[in-house]
């Protein structure tokens, strides 16, 4: 599977940013689907993460209630709505997919695919 995250730029604080990440190959629907962040300096965090039909999501306390996943499988994409950012939401988001159904979202190295980031920055 190949990710291609895409999506990002500049934004005041308050406002928003869709991120999408598009996803090769015919077995998208059956991958769990999260995205990660990397600010300056920092470690790679857990953001969102989504589960094989959509029905279930999950978030980091950051962001929870101004972030969104979702997933479209017959697009083969996976979407982060961004609301309401803050400065301290600047950095490099990546989209990871992961084949086991049975992990933990938060776990890095839980993913097998990695995208190659798409760089957020948030202005106070």
């Known amino acids: 599977v190949q990710l291609q995250a895409c999506g990002g730029g500049s934004v005041q604080a308050g406002g928003s940013l869709r991120l999408s990440c598009a996803a090769s190959?015919?077995?998208?629907?059956?991958?769990?689907m999260g995205w990660f962040r990397q600010a300056p300096g920092k470690e790679r965090e857990f953001v969102a993460g989504?589960?094989?039909?959509?029905?279930?999501?999950y978030y980091a306390d950051s962001v929870k209630g101004r972030f969104t996943i979702s997933r479209d499988n017959a697009k083969n994409t996976v979407y982060l709505q961004m609301n309401s950012l803050k400065p301290e939401d600047t950095a490099v988001y990546y989209c990871a997919a992961q084949r086991s159904s049975g992990g933990s979202y938060y776990y890095i190295p839980g993913y097998d695919y990695w995208g190659q980031g798409t760089l957020v920055t948030v202005s106070s």
């Open positions: 989504i589960n094989w039909s959509g029905g279930s999501t």
């Open positions: 190959g015919r077995t998208f629907s059956s991958y769990r």
